[in-house]
């Protein structure tokens, strides 16, 4: 049974930092792309950044450029968000995602397979 699951989310006023965790469990993820998505209130779940762990690729949201940053390790099945100067529009749910499609469009939520349950990041002005 595959299992993804989310910490390090909480309040953090506008300019800070906090880092996210998704540890998976229940397979191999070595050939899969595994990442972030965000949902805030009355919004469509968005993509924010990924790593394709088969050849180490990472991907961003324009919106989280120079400020997030994804990293993680393969071995071990984890994958590390960590996110500086915070802003209150990045106030929402983070989900960690995997997918193991060969040709998964990486911002498109629908092409991952593997969610997590969710962690809540509060950005306060």
């Known amino acids: 049974q595959v299992q993804l699951v989310e910490s390090g989310g909480g309040l953090v006023q506008t300019g800070g930092s906090l880092r996210l965790s998704c540890a998976a469990s229940g397979r191999t993820f070595s050939s899969y792309t595994m990442g972030w998505f965000r949902q805030a209130p009355g919004k469509e779940r968005e993509f924010v950044a990924v790593i394709r762990w088969s050849d180490g690729r990472l991907y961003y949201a324009d919106s989280v450029k120079g400020r997030f940053t994804i990293s993680g390790d393969s071995a071990k099945n984890t994958v590390i968000l960590q996110m500086n100067s915070l802003k209150p529009e990045d106030t929402a749910v983070y989900y960690c995602?995997?997918?193991?499609?060969?040709?998964?469009?990486?911002?498109?939520?629908?092409?991952?397979?593997?969610w997590g349950q969710g962690t809540q990041v509060t950005v306060s002005s």
């Open positions: 995602a995997a997918s193991g499609r060969r040709s998964v469009i990486v911002s498109y939520a629908g092409g991952y397979d593997y």
